[in-house]
């Protein structure tokens, strides 16, 4: 079969380097951004007397038809014709005739090819934002009946301080609104139309590329016709904004999955997202958590990959860009899996209000409250620090903990110690006083589930 492109070559490839060169095994997902992309070329073609009216109402119904059959599946993709553009172009010319050749005037491949990526990512990014903005609902939700839930903070995966459960979801709630600003400011730099660049020097025919961008519903065109075949910081930006978002996501994963284990038990997650052992009959494991873990990888490679790809590619398209597609095919895939399936795991989770109970009631994660405590009676916080690390020590020495020690014990350390403490030592208590901007207290978690909903108004 005779090339487009092959005037000037006297052989053909050998078939395996044609498969090798073709990019139709991934890019045909492309086939509707490529059909739209060329329904307004065409019909600014038209509008600006480039090509008679007849010509373009031929063209534009020939389109219409491979659209139909591309939404029904029934498209026949060939790696001889070794892309999305000259597959479509071959079926249009096949359907109407030699006038289908004559869609390519005033572009390229190269702009065309960069005009079908924007539209991808102009249509799904949004999707994106919209699942993140539902799993913060979640988690709001969640956050919202667990505000007095008192759980143990950790830092270093040791027990630290108590803390409103409702706290330790919201985290989330927020890294996943800096992940939504982020993708929403990469709209700008999506929303750029490279159509009418050509191949990279623009063309001699009197295209209107803000035509274009109105038809398109872009919000401006690429100033350079270089910039414009050669840019893809776009993919980048959110290959880059994936690879964060998935860190979110598996981080949140790493703790969905030790809280519930059965040395944790602060959760149980529902049947639908988790599964069995095919040789232990009692296990249930947190396979849809570990698996967002590790497809965080994934996101991770797919960011290298074209950064390495671009590092070394001159102005202006290259071969080499080819590789910008299945990485951004896989991540969007990836990142969109992962949200939905997250969503549906936190909001059937079921939170063991007990078991936290429990847990912060046998631990010594309210010994800064004690430290606290001497420190507001004056003593430096220094000696405060010294005088409870004591104290702790006793009681792992006994067995027991702050609150169970007798308060004559305490006062060996410090007279300055009283029968409030017992109160103050309560976790309860630990939780409400810290009250500060941003802190555990129950009004402060209160107050940031307020605002958090505002955010989503």
């Not at 409400?432 to 978690?445: A, D, H, I, P, Y």
Request: aromatic share 8%; with cysteine; net charge negative.
């Amino acid at each position: 079969m005779a090339k487009l492109w092959g005037g000037r070559f006297q052989k053909s490839a050998e078939s395996w380097v044609d498969e090798f060169g073709a990019s139709i095994g991934f890019d045909q997902q492309l086939v509707l951004e490529d059909i739209e992309g060329s329904v307004a070329h065409v019909t600014m073609l038209g509008a600006q007397n480039i090509l008679p009216k007849e010509d373009v109402e031929k063209i534009l119904d020939g389109l219409a038809q491979l659209k139909v059959k591309a939404e029904a599946g029934e498209l026949e993709f060939s790696v001889s014709n070794e892309d999305i553009h000259l597959n479509l172009e071959k079926m249009l010319i096949d359907l109407i005739g030699p006038v289908g050749g004559k869609l390519h005037t005033g572009r390229s491949r190269n702009d065309q090819v960069a005009t079908d990526m924007h539209l991808f990512l102009k249509k799904r990014v949004p999707e994106v934002i919209g699942l993140i903005e539902h799993f913060q609902k979640t988690i709001i939700e969640q956050a919202e009946q667990n505000v007095d839930t008192i759980a143990p903070g950790y830092t270093h995966l040791q027990r630290a301080q108590p803390i409103s459960f409702a706290h330790h979801l919201m985290v989330y709630f927020w890294q996943l609104q800096r992940d939504k600003e982020r993708f929403t400011e990469s709209m700008k730099r999506i929303d750029i139309l490279p159509l009418g660049a050509g191949a990279m020097a623009g063309t001699t025919f009197p295209i209107d590329r803000l035509n274009s961008a109105e038809l398109l519903g872009f919000a401006e065109v690429y100033a350079n016709s270089m910039d414009a075949v050669s840019d893809r910081d776009f993919i980048v930006e959110f290959l880059s904004n994936s690879a964060l978002l998935m860190t979110h996501l598996s981080r949140f994963a790493e703790e969905i999955i030790i809280w519930s284990t059965d040395e944790f038990k602060f959760i149980e997650l529902d049947d639908a997202f988790s599964t069995g052992s095919s040789i232990m009959p009692q296990k249930k494991n947190p396979d849809m958590a570990e698996l967002i873990r590790g497809k965080t990888g994934r996101a991770y490679g797919n960011l290298m990959g074209l950064l390495t790809v671009l590092k070394g590619t001159p102005l202006t398209y290259n071969k080499d860009m080819q590789e910008d597609k299945e990485g951004m095919f896989d991540t969007m895939e990836t990142v969109l899996g992962s949200l939905k399936i997250f969503e549906g795991m936190v909001r059937t989770m079921t939170v063991n209000k007990a078991r936290l109970h429990s847990a912060v009631h046998s631990d010594f994660s309210n010994a800064t409250e004690l430290a606290d405590y001497l420190a507001t009676k004056g003593m430096p916080f220094r000696e405060a620090h010294e005088v409870t690390g004591k104290l702790v020590f006793t009681c792992i020495q006994q067995g027991i903990y702050l609150l169970d020690l007798p308060l004559e014990e305490m006062q060996k350390e410090s007279a300055l110690i009283e029968e409030d403490i017992y109160a103050v030592l309560a976790p309860e208590a630990a939780v409400s006083r810290r009250n500060s901007l941003g802190g555990t207290g129950f009004e402060q978690v209160a107050l940031q589930i307020q605002n958090a909903k505002q955010l989503l108004v």
